[in-house]
């Protein structure tokens, strides 16, 4: 099978596609042709040896296509399944992935916009539902609102029936406002914390200076959740309600984020669907690397 690898860490140039073996059916595994797949910031870490790890590398975390083998020990799918999961090396035409990490994918939907639900979807999911426990009527501050997780986690937000301020560019005005934020702040032009008050929670995918500022937002009343930046290093959080986590797949909330897309309470935004090949995934990683993306970057592999 081909498959997009590294051998050496690096810039997007270390991305090449090769001949690999295909993986190795496992008892309590399935195999699933990829259709399509997604770039995201951890992929680009990853090629540039943040992370470490054995080489040659493939990278990936998103999976959407359909199974080509069950293994023995799998119950709940059959071979032919239209499937969305959680996986790793997924720049490659087939890839292993777990049961408890998969759930069955409408025909309704595409694999382009599956493939750009769970990672930043479970991530938005986690911090919104999981962590946040976000309640109707509740005030939620989502920080680059048209970003991949962004513009997710706005949308979860809105579901949850919050009422939601997001910051992005001048230029991302009008997305932030048709995926049904109460309160775009251009971040250009406007200090979040001076317009922003009694906020219950703040979702903080930035870091640096905009996840310290923040923390004026939630004194005494609300909660920080933070993926990009530790605030445990600015503050006590036996004081502030605020934590850093790193997203851990579950079933259940890849089943709710399908469920929301089937009732269209849930839509991916996608900037760009690249083929696969060498140097369009080069593109994407530069593309990625350049900031400001709208949503996702897809990787197409097949109709």
């Known amino acids: 099978m081909k498959a997009i690898i590294i051998e050496a860490f690096g810039g997007a140039e270390q991305l090449k596609l090769k001949e690999v073996d ?33 080489l040659p590398m493939i990278v990936g975390n998103d999976v959407a296509g359909r ?34 990490r998969t759930v069955k ?3 309704t939907i595409p694999f382009e916009e599956a493939a750009a639900i769970p990672l930043t979807g479970q991530t938005a999911y986690e911090a919104i539902v999981t962590r946040g426990q976000v309640k109707s009527g509740q005030r939620v501050l989502i920080h680059a609102g048209s970003g991949g997780v962004g513009t997710l986690a706005v949308q979860i937000a809105k579901v949850q029936g919050a009422w939601v301020a997001s910051t992005a560019s001048g230029s991302n005005q009008e997305l932030l406002e048709s995926l049904g934020v109460d309160r775009p702040v251009n971040y250009e032009e406007e200090a979040f914390e001076e317009v922003l008050e009694d906020i219950d929670l703040v979702f903080n995918t930035i870091g640096g200076k905009v996840l310290e500022k923040s923390l004026s937002l939630i004194k005494n009343k609300g909660r920080l959740l933070s993926i990009a930046g530790d605030p445990s290093e600015l503050v006590d959080t036996k004081i502030y309600d605020a934590h850093y ?41 530069k593309n990625s690397e350049d900031g400001h993306v709208r949503g996702k970057l897809i990787i197409k592999m097949k109709d």
Request: glycine letters at 6%; charged letters at 30%.
């Open 22 to 54: 295909k993986p190795k059916l496992k008892p309590d595994r399935l195999l699933v042709e990829v259709y399509a797949t997604s770039v995201n910031p951890i992929d680009i870490k990853r090629r540039k040896g943040s992370f470490g790890g054995s």
């Open 67 to 100: 199974v080509i083998e069950v293994g023995a020990d799998v119950k709940g799918f059959e071979i032919g399944d239209r499937v969305m999961a959680n996986g790793t090396k997924t720049y490659a035409e087939v890839v292993s992935v777990r049961p408890d």
């Open 105 to 107: 994918l409408s025909e």
């Open 245 to 285: 986590f790193s997203m851990k797949p579950t079933k259940e909330a890849l089943e709710q984020l399908h469920e929301w897309l089937v009732e269209e309470k849930l839509k991916p935004i996608i900037s760009e669907v690249y083929p696969f090949s060498e140097a369009a995934v080069q593109d994407a990683h």
